[in-house]
Nanobody, 124 residues
Framework: QVQLVESGGGLVQPGGSLRLSCATSGFTLNRSAIGWFRQAPGKEREGVSCISGSGVSTYYADSVKGRFTISRDNANNTVYLQMNNLKREDTAVYYC?????????????????WGQGTQVTISS
Protein backbone atom coordinates (compact mmCIF):
# COMPACT_ATOMS: atom_id res chain seq x y z
CA GLN A 1 0.00 0.00 0.00
CA VAL A 2 1.31 3.43 -0.94
CA GLN A 3 1.83 5.58 2.13
CA LEU A 4 3.27 9.03 2.71
CA VAL A 5 3.92 10.53 6.12
CA GLU A 6 4.97 14.14 6.65
CA SER A 7 6.99 15.34 9.60
CA GLY A 8 9.11 18.27 10.67
CA GLY A 9 6.48 20.95 11.09
CA GLY A 10 6.43 23.31 14.01
CA LEU A 11 6.55 26.90 15.19
CA VAL A 12 9.26 29.12 13.71
CA GLN A 13 9.94 32.84 13.87
CA PRO A 14 9.83 34.93 10.69
CA GLY A 15 13.12 34.60 8.87
CA GLY A 16 13.76 31.18 10.35
CA SER A 17 14.16 27.82 8.69
CA LEU A 18 12.48 24.45 8.82
CA ARG A 19 12.94 21.16 7.00
CA LEU A 20 9.96 18.99 6.24
CA SER A 21 10.27 15.29 5.53
CA CYS A 22 8.02 13.01 3.51
CA ALA A 23 8.63 9.37 4.34
CA THR A 24 7.24 7.05 1.69
CA SER A 25 6.54 3.33 1.47
CA GLY A 26 4.77 0.86 -0.75
CA PHE A 27 6.41 1.89 -4.01
CA THR A 28 9.74 2.60 -5.64
CA LEU A 29 10.33 6.25 -4.97
CA ASN A 30 12.31 6.98 -8.12
CA ARG A 31 9.31 5.93 -10.21
CA SER A 32 7.12 8.63 -8.75
CA ALA A 33 7.10 12.41 -8.74
CA ILE A 34 6.60 13.90 -5.30
CA GLY A 35 4.91 17.23 -4.78
CA TRP A 36 4.56 19.48 -1.77
CA PHE A 37 1.32 21.37 -1.25
CA ARG A 38 0.05 23.64 1.49
CA GLN A 39 -3.32 24.78 2.72
CA ALA A 40 -4.07 27.67 5.02
CA PRO A 41 -7.45 27.99 6.79
CA GLY A 42 -10.11 29.16 4.37
CA LYS A 43 -7.85 28.84 1.35
CA GLU A 44 -7.41 26.35 -1.45
CA ARG A 45 -4.64 23.81 -1.29
CA GLU A 46 -1.84 25.15 -3.45
CA GLY A 47 1.18 23.60 -5.06
CA VAL A 48 4.52 24.57 -3.53
CA SER A 49 7.13 22.37 -5.15
CA CYS A 50 7.68 19.13 -7.00
CA ILE A 51 10.57 16.86 -7.84
CA SER A 52 10.56 14.26 -10.59
CA GLY A 53 11.37 10.62 -10.02
CA SER A 54 14.81 11.05 -11.55
CA GLY A 55 15.45 14.29 -9.68
CA VAL A 56 16.26 16.03 -12.95
CA SER A 57 13.21 18.29 -12.94
CA THR A 58 11.91 20.47 -10.14
CA TYR A 59 9.18 23.04 -9.80
CA TYR A 60 8.67 25.89 -7.34
CA ALA A 61 5.76 28.21 -6.93
CA ASP A 62 6.67 31.86 -7.43
CA SER A 63 5.88 32.58 -3.80
CA VAL A 64 8.66 30.28 -2.56
CA LYS A 65 11.33 30.55 -5.25
CA GLY A 66 14.70 31.34 -3.78
CA ARG A 67 13.58 30.31 -0.30
CA PHE A 68 12.51 26.66 -0.54
CA THR A 69 14.49 23.71 -1.87
CA ILE A 70 13.12 20.26 -2.63
CA SER A 71 15.35 17.18 -2.59
CA ARG A 72 15.04 13.43 -2.45
CA ASP A 73 16.89 10.55 -0.87
CA ASN A 74 15.73 7.51 -2.79
CA ALA A 75 17.82 5.14 -0.69
CA ASN A 76 15.83 6.16 2.38
CA ASN A 77 12.53 6.63 0.54
CA THR A 78 12.30 10.21 1.71
CA VAL A 79 11.68 13.59 0.09
CA TYR A 80 12.56 16.82 1.86
CA LEU A 81 11.46 20.41 1.66
CA GLN A 82 14.00 22.84 3.09
CA MET A 83 12.28 26.10 3.91
CA ASN A 84 14.39 29.19 4.56
CA ASN A 85 13.55 32.83 5.21
CA LEU A 86 10.10 31.84 6.34
CA LYS A 87 7.32 34.41 6.27
CA ARG A 88 4.02 34.64 8.11
CA GLU A 89 2.20 33.87 4.88
CA ASP A 90 3.94 30.49 4.77
CA THR A 91 1.80 29.37 7.70
CA ALA A 92 -0.24 26.37 6.56
CA VAL A 93 -0.63 22.64 6.76
CA TYR A 94 1.91 21.13 4.40
CA TYR A 95 1.20 17.93 2.51
CA CYS A 96 3.31 15.70 0.34
CA UNK A 97 1.77 13.77 -2.51
CA UNK A 98 2.82 11.16 -5.05
CA UNK A 99 1.88 10.66 -8.66
CA UNK A 100 2.66 8.17 -11.37
CA UNK A 101 4.35 8.46 -13.81
CA UNK A 102 7.55 10.06 -12.63
CA UNK A 103 7.19 13.52 -14.21
CA UNK A 104 6.21 16.54 -12.15
CA UNK A 105 2.77 18.09 -12.30
CA UNK A 106 1.49 21.31 -10.74
CA UNK A 107 -2.17 20.40 -10.36
CA UNK A 108 -3.63 18.80 -7.24
CA UNK A 109 -5.76 16.50 -9.38
CA UNK A 110 -2.67 14.86 -10.84
CA UNK A 111 -1.65 13.38 -7.50
CA UNK A 112 -3.39 10.25 -6.31
CA UNK A 113 -1.68 9.63 -2.98
CA TRP A 114 -1.47 12.05 -0.08
CA GLY A 115 -0.07 12.26 3.40
CA GLN A 116 -1.97 13.58 6.39
CA GLY A 117 -0.10 16.87 6.58
CA THR A 118 2.13 18.65 9.06
CA GLN A 119 1.44 22.07 10.56
CA VAL A 120 3.89 24.90 9.92
CA THR A 121 3.33 28.10 11.88
CA ILE A 122 5.41 31.23 11.39
CA SER A 123 5.00 33.64 14.26
CA SER A 124 7.06 36.01 16.35
Amino acid sequence: QVQLVESGGGLVQPGGSLRLSCATSGFTLNRSAIGWFRQAPGKEREGVSCISGSGVSTYYADSVKGRFTISRDNANNTVYLQMNNLKREDTAVYYCAARFPWMCARERSEYGYWGQGTQVTISS
